[in-house]
Nanobody, 123 residues
Framework: QVQLVESGGGLVQAGGSLRLSCAAS????????MGWFRQAPGKEREFVAA????????YYADAVKGRFTISRDNAKNTVYLRMNSLKPEDTAVYYC????????????????WGQGTQVTVSS
């Protein structure tokens, strides 16, 4: 079992920045690849970014490439999502997720999920 708890969401103006954190507990964090997804009202959950267990490989959705950065600190059992140049269309609940497999872009590829943190970007 892995428990995931997101934090760092909030209200920010367009062009601003936020850093989301996802703290993990349970089985060895460094064994898990991690992903960030988001879900806006009335829309399906969509892939944002992912990182391999070592942090050596990262993956991004085209919509956030160049603006968001995923990273992890295995000593702190935490994965981060740095979000810069935020846009109103980034407004969503952001979820972190864990998988023992190679990180993919489909939600079904992940085994454990956090409860989500709300990010709201005002125009």
């Amino acid at each position: 079992q892995v428990q995931l708890v997101e934090s760092g969401g909030g209200l920010v103006q367009a062009g601003g920045s936020l850093r989301l954190s996802c703290a993990a507990s349970g089985r060895t964090f460094s064994s898990w690849a991690m992903g960030w997804f988001r879900q806006a009202p009335g829309k399906e959950r969509e892939f944002v970014a992912a990182i391999s267990w070592s942090g050596g490989s990262t993956y991004y959705a085209d919509a956030v490439k160049g603006r968001f950065t995923i990273s992890r600190d295995n000593a702190k059992n935490t994965v981060y999502l740095r979000m810069n140049s935020l846009k109103p269309e980034d407004t969503a609940v952001y979820y972190c997720a864990a998988t023992l497999d190679v990180p993919g872009t489909d939600p079904w590829e992940y085994d454990y999920w956090g409860q989500g943190t709300q990010v709201t970007v005002s125009s």
